[in-house]
């Protein structure tokens, strides 16, 4: 029987009745699957797995519902079991050889992912399977994170149709997981091209361009998407954390305060506003708003946040009343050991400052923040090789964090150690080694300015070597 031919409705009608009264059922093969998976598509799982077993209990042999059985386990994430039921089965219908490398995929089986796909791919398949394949794979793998592999498929399947939206919006995403924005950016305008009034393409091209730093092309972007869907909460969000990037900090206050007009209860919003306000040293307007947050959301985290306030204001006095009364229940916290850490720097206790921020790092590794403040410990304590592995890892994570690129290099005059000074020298650029030069050596900017990156180098090796930079410079 055709499924084509099965009218959906009488055959919903007829299992119904048959349950109700609880007569035996019996459909053919392919009035199981349509039924299956009529139920599947509306969320009721369960009643298309009873559906599968009984039919299949009826129709042992039938492939449609032994690849409904497959795509069920494969979709219940028992990828194992979803192989050994397949073991069996045809491969001629391409969902089996996608179930299989689905399968095979979650399981980090990927070469026997990819002879699987080499052999589907060596027989002839009609231009519209091979296409359908090669995009199937594409997604497949960019599910599984392998994002060059994915690309290689989906960018092969959109040289056969250019504007196939699904296909890219995967290859943005790819591109976006591998960090080539430009890429990514590049392919949502393709999207923009196929409909220039897409709201979700408009969304993403925008948070694209703010996270490539380019937060002109991203609030502009924003602004599209708000003329087809205005006043929606999330982009107006994003729009107004691209200003504050953009150091438009004023205009993102704004917007800010309309979206916490609209949405009282969202805690990330007083979070994002407190920044902004903290930019702009507005502590009176820090104050109020976390006074307005412990009235609408509850007071955890409230006390905190208010000594934070006073140390940003340099009224340490009262930041240490305040962190006083943080209730016992708050004290294992992120926020609480690096108050605990700030503090104590501020007394010049080191070894207590030391401790908090390293209970802080337990809690946040690879905290930029926190790798920079225990980096200024560690020279405070005049450990300098600590503060270098620190600042280190610092740049690893963030190689444009401020001053973290010169600090470090002032650690290894102090050190004295030529490879390493080396190392971090080679990040340097021309004109930056210039500065660190009449920076070290006071000299004139005219002077400086005839010589090659190999004088300079040598200039600030022999610096290194007869310890200068201590001399001129407090760290």
Known sequence: MDENNIDITSLLEKYENMRALGKNIYFDADEFALLADFYHSEGDVLEAELLIEQGLKMHPGSTELMTLKAKQLVLAGKYKEALGFMRHLSEDDLDLPLLKIEALLHLSRFNEAEKLTNKVLTRDLPGEDYYYFMNEVGFLLNDVDKFDRAIAYLEEGLKINANNPDVIVDLAYAYEMKGDMEKAIEYNNMLLDIDPYSFDAWV????????????????????????????????????????????????????????????????????????????????????????????????????????????????????????????????????????????????????????????????????????????????????????????????????????????????????????????????????????????????????????????????????????????????
């Open 204 to 475: 993403n091209i925008g948070k694209l361009y703010s996270m490539n730093e380019q937060y002109d092309k991203a609030i502009d972007s924003f602004d599209f998407a708000l003329t087809i869907r205005e006043d929606d909460l999330s982009v107006l969000k994003m729009k107004a954390l691209s200003m504050f990037l953009n150091d438009n900090v004023e205009e993102a206050i704004l917007i800010f305060r309309k979206c916490l007009a609209a949405s009282p209860d969202d805690e990330a919003l007083y979070d994002s506003l407190l920044e902004a306000y903290a930019a702009m040293e507005q502590y009176e307007e820090m104050m109020n708003l976390i006074d307005l947050k412990e009235k609408q959301v509850g007071s955890e985290g409230i006390i905190v946040r208010r000594a934070f306030v006073y140390v940003s204001k340099g009224d340490f006095e009262m930041a240490k009343s305040t962190f006083s009364q943080i209730p016992e229940a708050e004290k294992d916290s992120l926020e609480y050991y690096m108050l605990e850490g700030e503090l104590a720097f501020y007394d010049e206790d080191f070894v207590s400052a030391e401790a908090a921020y390293i209970k802080a790092a337990l809690i946040s590794e690879e905290n930029e923040e926190i790798l920079d403040k225990l980096a200024n410990i560690s020279v405070a304590q005049e450990k300098y090789k600590q503060a270098a592995d620190y600042l280190e890892k610092l740049l690893e994570i963030s190689p444009d964090f401020p001053t973290a690129k010169s600090r470090l290099a002032f650690i290894r005059f102090e050190i004295g150690s030529k490879e390493p000074f080396d190392e971090i020298m080679e990040q340097f650029t021309d004109e930056e080694l210039r500065s660190l030069l009449i920076l070290i050596l006071g000299i004139s900017e005219t002077e400086i300015s005839k010589f090659s990156r190999e004088k300079i180098l040598i200039r600030l090796n022999e610096a290194r070597e007869n310890r200068v930079l201590f001399k001129n410079i407090k760290y």
